[in-house]
Structure formats: structure tokens, C-alpha cells
């Protein structure tokens, strides 16, 4: 679905703030994957997913979006950006029309549907990130934050993308909004099937959507893998700086004083299974 | 893109055109720019030119910064240059004439000294911004100004708003980047379309951008007052600006050149 030859990407080339933001990445990820991006601050993940839709043009290397060069003469990449939707961080802060629905539209519109297309389209994207439709005829901005970003996030789902790309959909948002934007996500991706990257700096919430986790540092792919085989490598992971699941944590350290647990607990449920395991074998021997 | 514009950006370094105290660099740009337009005389211009080739070899500043800092004005001086070359009337035999047309030989040189003086002025003036960083520029400004204080001018205000409004540019240009990134990712189109097309293509662009300005001005009016902000009373200052040595021999070196152009201005006969 998205393949990636040796992308390089350097910031301001020619001056002295010239900086290489990704450094020849070689990546493919599958159709209907769910896959969350860790990576620090400057890691080279916003670029990263910045040139997935063609938004920049690799200083060298290819995109390929179905097998298709997107930087390739002829190419339409306005018709790329349809294909992979990208939720900026803060999208909140690029809502411009008078009305929710209008802006929920704009994306659609700008696709060339038609009227008819534009309301299914609306409606059901409004669903799907729980904006009621009573609140269609109000200004964005009358909006609480959750609702704003949530509005924002609807106006790149409404243009159907086979590909969706959220780049820190949580950030700034309280526990409640969290948990709630993060299932509707999972929930759009269980309907639609279709292929999402996560960013994130919250390992608990990848952790409990993603199929696979993308690992950056410094501009380079440290590891892509599935989540099982990630979180068992939690030492270099934590040597990076980057934080693993609190429950990752506590198995580490479990099997560092000897107790027999599987290296790659990451969510409550498996926690709970082994604990109980170990215990039941534990009671057999005694 | 807009990360491409260059006036006043700053060019890092260590060179003694850095170095130099920033009011000193502002004095010496405008006496500059009043030297450009005292010349008469062609080895003036060749003195012009060569300070300012020397300066920026000093300053180690590229020469494609300076292609980038007169790219914008070219079509201006081509344009004034033309006008010039057309409207003025001489009194010697016109060089070319044809229907209404004429060209005189005055009106050529105007245009060429014209187009001269425009480039080194800008070129000098980008000097200034590339040396200097615009926090140092606005203190400069406010250390020259402090006379006008005793006017009530509030000139300590009117420094505090620049230099604002410098910071917030780099930060303007970033947000508008993004939200541009952010529009084009739900399909805006910027870059085809006719005139109203593409003003409209502005508005998803400008409002969001207007909105967050608003909102960044209040946050930071919020964060001066949490800070016991009151205005230029009794303000001390961490960096003191002196003058040094070094300015001393900047200003000598300009009131040479003052002597020198005006000299041959007198003496030299006129070369152009």
C-alpha cells in the first residue's frame, strides 16, 4: 500500500541551519495495518508522514502509494491527498467556515462531489467521531476543544481516505476526550478496514490500538515490527528515551528478580493471564 | 515557499561587521545610504561597490544571499530604469528616436545610476539585517531614539512593539506553513485557478491564520502582566550596549569615504 525507497529529506539545504530531518528510509506497510509511529521530538516522524500525501518532495528517494511513484511526472497529487488523509497535530487550529458542517464539507467538496455525495459523506464522518448533528449549524468556534478537534479530525475522514494519518490526535486533550477520540479510531478502523498510522508519545494508547509500531530516532527507522516484538526489545527502546507501557515496565522488572513471565506484556489483559498463570503453576509445584 | 523570504533575516557569524555595536551599524547604513546619493562621479560608484564587496567577504555572507536579497526588486529598478530611460528629456542630440519615442543620452545615464544606487541601497540595508540580530536592532533603535523621551514620546513602547512584531515573524511564517500543509492535505488548491479563484483559495488560509494571531497576542499580553510588565520606568538592561574600538575605526573608515566622494565629486571631472 505506502512503500518507501530510501527517502532522505533535508530541511533548508544550502544554508547554515541545513538539517537531514529523515535519513534513507526504507519502509512498506500493508493495506488494513494499524500501525503506531513513537519517535522523540525531532525524531523525523512529522516529516515523515508529511511526505506520505506529497505535502514534501523528498530531497531524495521514492514514494510509492499503490505502487505508484507519487512524485512521478503526471502524477495528481491533489488526488494523493484524497487517497492518504492527514490529521495535522492541533487540527483544530484550521477551522475556518462559519458552520460545522460546512467545514466538515470542505474536503469533500474540493473533491468535486456533488451535493448529495457531500451530505453522506458529512453525516457519516460526523458519526463516526460522535459530533451530533445538532451542533452542524454552529459556528466551530462556539465549540469545547474535544468537540473542535473531533470536527477537524471528521473533516479529513469525510474525504474517505484508504489512508489515515493522525498526528497526535490526543495531544492537550483531557483523559476523557482521550480515551474517547482513541476508540472512535479504533472503532473507524474495525468498520472501514482501511490502513491508519498513529502518532504518538503516549506508548499506553499505541499499545492498545496498533497492530504494528514504527520506531524513530534520530531520522532513521529504528524498528518496524508488530507490537508484541517491539515491546520486547523495552531496554533499547527505554535507552532511546522513550517510555514503554507501565505494565511492560513492571514485567521487565518482574523477570529481572527471577520470576518466569513472557518478555512482551503490554496490555492489563495479558498482565492479568500471566500473573494468573504463574500463580496456578506456582500453587501446582507447592 | 514563504520560508524563502530573506529581508531581515539574520546570517550567524563572528565576523567584526557582527561585532560592531548595533547602533553604530544603524548610523553607518543611513550615512551609507546618504553617501550613495551624494556621488557624481563614476569612481565614486566603483568606491560604493567596493565596500560593499569587501564588507560582505568580511561578513562571510554568500553571494547567493545577496542574489536572494535583490531577486524581489528587480523588476522594480528594471521597471523605474525604463520609465527613466524614456521620460527624461535631454538636451544633447537624442541616442535613438522613433514615432513618440526618444531616448536621450541623460535619460541612460539616469537609469543606469538609478539602478545602481537601488541595488547598493538594498544590498547595503541587507548588510545591516544580515549582521545584526533583529533583538539588537530594535534595542539600537530605542538606545537612539531615548532623546525623544524627553518629548513624551513613548519611545521605549514603540521598541517593545518591534521587537514584538520581529519575534512573532519567524512564528507568522511557520503557522502559515502549517495551516497551508494542513488545507492542501483536504484538498485545497492554491496554485491554479484564476484571479478570484485563487483569492478565494486564501480564505481557509487567512482565517485560521488571523484567529491564531489573536489568540497568541492575548497569551502573551497575559504572560507580560503575569510578569509584572509596566512599560520602560526604571528598566534595567541584562547586555549594556558600548562602543568600542572598533566602532571608532568604522566611523573613521566612513567619514574617508564621505571625503573621498565629495572630494572627487569637486575635483575629478565628471565622468558621467
Redesign the interface.
Given at each position: 500500500m505506502i512503500k518507501l525507497e530510501d527517502l532522505t529529506y533535508i530541511y533548508?539545504p544550502?544554508t547554515?541551519f541545513e538539517k537531514k530531518a529523515i535519513d534513507s528510509i526504507n519502509l512498506e506497510i500493508q493495506k488494513g495495518e494499524f500501525v503506531g509511529v513513537i519517535g522523540h521530538t525531532g525524531s523525523g516522524k512529522s516529516t515523515l508522514i508529511?511526505h506520505l500525501?506529497g505535502?514534501l518532495k523528498p530531497s531524495s528517494g521514492r514514494v510509492l502509494i499503490d505502487g505508484q511513484d507519487i512524485w512521478a511526472e503526471g502524477t495528481d497529487r491533489?488526488a494523493i491527498?484524497?487517497k492518504v488523509?492527514?490529521?495535522?497535530q492541533y487540527?483544530e487550529?484550521?477551522?475556518?467556515e462559519e458552520t460545522v458542517y460546512k467545514d466538515i464539507a470542505?474536503?469533500p467538496k474540493?473533491?468535486g462531489l456533488d451535493d448529495q455525495q457531500i451530505d453522506v459523506c458529512v453525516r457519516e464522518a460526523a458519526q463516526f467521531v460522535g459530533v451530533s448533528e445538532s451542533l452542524f449549524e454552529k459556528s466551530p468556534?462556539e465549540l469545547s476543544g474535544g468537540q473542535k478537534r473531533r470536527v477537524a479530525i471528521a473533516?479529513?475522514i469525510a474525504?474517505r481516505p484508504q489512508v489515515l494519518i493522525l498526528d497526535e490526535p490526543t495531544a492537550g486533550l483531557d483523559p476523557k476526550g482521550r480515551n474517547k477520540i482513541l476508540m472512535q479510531i479504533q472503532r473507524y478502523h474495525e468498520v472501514e478496514k482501511n490502513t491508519i498510522l498513529l502518532v504518538s508519545h503516549s506508548m499506553e494508547d499505541i499499545a492498545s490500538c496498533a497492530s504494528k509500531i514504527l520506531v524513530m530516532n534520530k531520522s532513521k527507522v529504528f524498528t518496524y515490527d508488530t507490537v508484541e516484538a517491539v515491546f520486547s526489545r523495552s531496554e533499547e527502546i527505554e535507552k532511546m528515551g522513550l517510555a514503554v507501557p507501565q505494565i511492560t515496565r513492571v514485567f521487565h522488572e518482574l523477570r529481572h528478580r527471577g520470576f518466569d513471565v513472557a518478555p512482551n506484556v503490554y496490555t492489563l489483559a495479558q498482565a492479568k493471564s500471566e500473573i494468573l498463570r504463574l500463580i496456578g503453576e506456582n500453587t501446582a509445584k507447592g | 515557499m514563504i520560508k524563502d523570504i530573506t529581508i531581515g533575516q539574520y546570517f550567524p557569524g563572528k565576523s567584526v561587521l557582527h561585532r560592531t555595536d548595533p547602533r553604530m551599524k544603524l548610523i553607518l547604513t543611513v550615512f551609507y545610504i546618504v553617501l550613495l546619493f551624494l556621488i557624481q562621479n563614476i569612481l565614486g560608484y566603483i568606491i560604493a561597490i567596493g565596500f560593499l564587496v569587501v564588507a560582505y567577504i568580511i561578513a562571510k555572507i554568500p553571494f547567493k544571499m545577496v542574489l536572494k536579497s535583490i531577486k524581489p526588486i528587480i523588476p522594480i529598478i528594471i521597471f523605474t530604469a525604463i520609465l527613466n530611460m524614456f521620460f527624461i528629456e535631454g538636451e544633447s542630440e537624442p541616442l535613438f528616436e522613433w514615432w513618440i519615442f526618444r531616448i536621450a543620452p541623460e535619460g541612460v545615464k539616469l537609469a543606469v545610476t538609478m539602478a545602481i544606487r537601488v541595488v547598493c541601497l538594498i544590498v547595503g540595508a541587507s548588510l545591516l539585517t544580515y549582521t545584526t540580530l533583529p533583538i539588537s536592532l530594535t534595542d539600537a533603535i530605542e538606545d537612539l531614539l531615548g532623546p525623544l523621551k524627553k518629548l513624551k514620546f513613548p519611545v521605549h513602547e514603540l521598541a517593545m512593539m518591534m521587537s514584538i512584531a520581529l519575534r512573532f515573524i519567524p512564528t507568522l511564517v511557520e503557522e502559515t506553513d502549517k495551516i497551508m500543509a494542513a488545507q492542501k492535505a483536504r484538498g485545497a488548491d492554491l496554485e491554479s485557478g484564476n484571479l478570484m479563484q485563487r483569492a478565494k483559495a486564501l480564505v481557509p488560509i487567512l482565517i485560521p491564520l488571523f484567529i491564531s494571531a489573536f489568540r497568541r497576542a492575548e497569551e502573551l499580553a497575559l504572560a507580560m502582566e503575569a510578569r509584572c510588565y509596566h512599560g520602560g520606568e526604571n528598566r534595567t538592561r541584562l547586555k549594556q550596549l558600548h562602543y568600542t574600538k572598533l566602532d571608532v575605526f568604522a566611523f573613521l573608515l566612513f567619514v574617508l569615504m564621505l571625503v573621498g566622494i565629495i572630494l572627487l565629486n569637486l575635483y575629478a571631472p565628471v565622468l558621467i
Open positions: 533548508s544550502g547554515p508529511q500525501n505535502l491533489r491527498r484524497f488523509g492527514l490529521v495535522f487540527p487550529y484550521q477551522l475556518f470542505y474536503g474540493n473533491m468556534f473533516g479529513v474525504m | -
